[in-house]
């Protein structure tokens, strides 16, 4: 079996992914991260009217050394002024409230001789002469209606949530969450709520997997543990296909050399599935296809391959279907001891970038390095080792 080169691969599962489909979704906390498919454009104005930005006096002068005003009005919040301001007379307004026609300036009532609370008084006396429009928030001075807020591929943040419903909208076309489901195979699987006995081991790569997928923007809809029986994989895998809420399968596992690899086993006889093992290292070992009509991607079991394969291999075409730029990688100068790393495939080595900008790599082993990490350092097939110093290609996890 020859060694794929990991970018063929990659761009086989974006193939195999595709470009995913657009949904309109209420525009709430739910729609927080997706992207739009669409220009997000403003029903209202916003503000929708002439507003008080200060709790106080609407004034509407007679000229400019004019102090005392008769009080025709008070208007709360959420009301709507039934009367205008003649010159000389003034309305009691609160913050939000829609001023009356004619209004010239807002006065803050701690400007004035009037209580804050009570009932409005029959007049009122400013201390100085107020700036024409002075505290008037005016209507559509943020946005105007048919403008529009955010371009397709913008993020829905929690900052664009409240701009698109102040401004009237509802409903945001975005790009649907990849619907995924997870199976870890190998028959030496425990949950980690139970007793492993002698030879089971605490299963851990559904959840990680799982977990990547939901932080890739997926809506993980089934996480299953199953054996190395390829009647169990088959069922499962037949009832997966037959859900028309799963978009896509994910397994771990089973893909290797060994006498019992249940997902070769049950895929590699299905046209088109190819199981393949990457120059790259860990998470070299690969199946990819699809199922029935489902798509699937087959990671190595090892749970630094499977998270490294999914980092390198799945992100970026998850991101694409989900319309999320490609993530870039940066480059960082390698500080620590001089390590030997193999050469004939691209090795990912989990890793900590420092804020100063240089990058170390823990010599703690496996699961306690990668849990330490917030970067993979990308090293060439060529490279047989890194030196204090070099200058290096970093993945931010
Ligand atoms: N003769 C060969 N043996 C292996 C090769 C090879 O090329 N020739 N490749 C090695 C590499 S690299 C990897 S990666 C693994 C991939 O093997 P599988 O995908 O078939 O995975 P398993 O054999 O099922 O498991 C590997 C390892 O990971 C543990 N594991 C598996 N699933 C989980 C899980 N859900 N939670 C926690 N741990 C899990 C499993 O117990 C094994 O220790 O193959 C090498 N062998
Ligand atoms: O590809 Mo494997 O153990 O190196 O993950």
Known sequence: MGHVPVAEHRAAVERLLGDGVVETVALDRHAAGRRLAAQLVAVDDLPRFDSSAMDGYAVRPAGPDQRTYEVVGDVPAGSAPGFELAEGQAARVMTGARVPVGTVAVVPVERTDAAPTGPAPGTVTIDAAPADGQHVRLRGEDVFAGSVLAATGSEVTPALIALGRSAGCTAVDVRARTRVAVVATGAELVRAESDPGAGGIHESNSDMVAALAEGAGCAVVRVEVCSDEPDELRALLDALDADPGVD???????????????????????PGFAFVHLAMQPGGPQGLGRYGSTPMVCLPGTPVGAFVAFHVLMRPALDRRHGAPARRAGRAAYTGRTRRTRTGRVQFVTSVLAPDGTVRAPDARHLTALAAANCLIEVPESVDQLISGDDVVVHHL
């Open 248 to 270: 896509l399968v994910v397994t771990t596992g089973g893909v290797s050399a060994g006498a019992y690899e249940v997902v070769r086993q049950v895929c590699s006889p299905l």
